[in-house]
């Protein structure tokens, strides 16, 4: 800072309409420009890998939720498929279709409210009226699935707590028919919009090369031209079975980043589809009596399932030694657990990669030299959510 | 890209500091003694033939009952030919200081703030070694095992009844 010049310095948050979320910016600014940034995190830190520590396995599940809340289905699945790994429970075609309906669908809420909001922040409310409804359908369908809306806590170790029902069926194909019609109306307001091509289109931008260096995955990465795709590279839950498109963008700007999540919305929809399709006969779990709750009946009816019942509630099963790092495409990005287990009834470590806690880093780089009004729409466009943020 | 190939190169050129070599989890893992962590780490990211420059996740954890309790480990990815590994380093608790990475790695820089918030690790040379989701006059790391999830004085809950 030069000595004949005077700095604002503006504070961004912590409750500010514009941030959705509660984490803070100290802005310095010059005039309108952005000098500098400094990103204050923690408000709505929760101690999870703290608590993880002390609790049984299935007990976990509500924790992931609260991650990333706009796409809980993929954190409850992906811890589930973790303790899958450590245990080497292998999963059925089933189990693995209908996890990769679920999670799609999970992937489409996610992106629609990252990219409506964007349109917001631009000025323009209707399109994130038009898909908001859209979400709600999914919603609905959480509900006939697990019963929850927003933090799910869907599925059990080794599957899932029951079979789609016809009714979650029917409102799936419902959703499948409807959402294409809705998506092309967001996109006519928005992706050809000269307004918001002039607010988006380099705004916010990062290189391939810095993103990789800043450990950016997800929608952001592409955005900046690198392919990087959990689900292809490390294929999961019979993601391999499938075909799909990995969008890629050149700039790693705002309008980028808008039109590989707008794309991906597609792609999700083509998989959802397909594995409805496709979806194969079978059960909907694995038999693992350790850590899958038998059915209500056969507690009160019969010994056996009485005692698993008795060891799971109270967490006396015992689970191997090892440690085990498995990741799943999130809708941000790569989300990792990386899970440590001494024998006992609880993780002796459990660490979790949120990809949002590692890229926001990367913000004031992004916006260092633009206005402030860029830098709202580059933090709606990266999807910072304070639930991954802060654990 | 084997294993064996990673284990001669690492050998080849740290030998006695490569402490430890796992084959037995899902990644390739090393504990390496903690002086020359940086030097291996560089090594990994800037061999030609190794070329993991992607940090995927650097995180603490802590063994009370260990000779070294507090560790780092660090997740790295090639991202070229899709190959992971897991890089380890102990120090003690009363001096546990650990070279930074910020200097390869930009996304280091809140992970081990992060790290050093929970577990207490010193991360030397990074550019802003403070708190990061706790209050800044906290006088202790949560996430040491020393630390109980709960106030121990509560009277109201007796741990027997839930299993613990």
Redesign the interface.
Known sequence: MTEDKQYTTLNLGPTHPATHGIFQNVLTLDGEQIIDAEQT??YI?R?F???A??RPYYQITPLTDRLNYCSSPINNLGWFMTVE?LLGVKTSKRVDYMRIILMELARITDHLICNSVIGVDSGALTGFIYVFQEREKVYEIYEEVSGARLTTNMGRIGGFERDLSLKAVKKIREFLDHLPKVLHEFEKLLMRNRIFMDRTIGVGPITGE?A????FTGPNLRAAG?D?DVRV??PYSSYDDFEFIIPVGTQGDTYDRFCVRQQEVWESVKLVRNALENLPEGNFHEDVPQFYLPPKEAVYSKMEALIWHFKIV???IDVPV??????VEGGNG?L?F?L?SDGG?TPF?L?F?RPG??????YPEMIRGGVLSDAILTMSSMNVIAGEL?? | MENSFIIDKLNKAFGEDILQTDT????L?FTVACPVIHEVITFLKNDENMDF?????L?G??YPDRGLPLGV?Y?LHN?RE?K?L?VKTFVTTGSPKVPTMTDL???A???ER?TFD?YGIQFEGHPNMKR????EYMDFF??RKEYP?EDPTREDKDDRYF??
């Open positions: 995190i923690g830190h101690a890998e703290k608590i520590e002390h790994k810095r990789l260096n800043y450990g690198v990087y590279m490390t109270m967490g006396e090892g440690e085990v790092y498995h990741s790569e990792g990386y440590v009834r470590r660490h990669r806690f590692i890229y926001y880093q990367a802060d654990a | 037995s989890s899902d990644i893992s420059n992607f940090l995927t996740d995180c954890i802590h480990i997740h991202l899709n992971r897991r790695f930009s996304s820089n809140w992970m992060e929970f990061i989701l706790n209050v949560p996430m999830l299993g613990r």
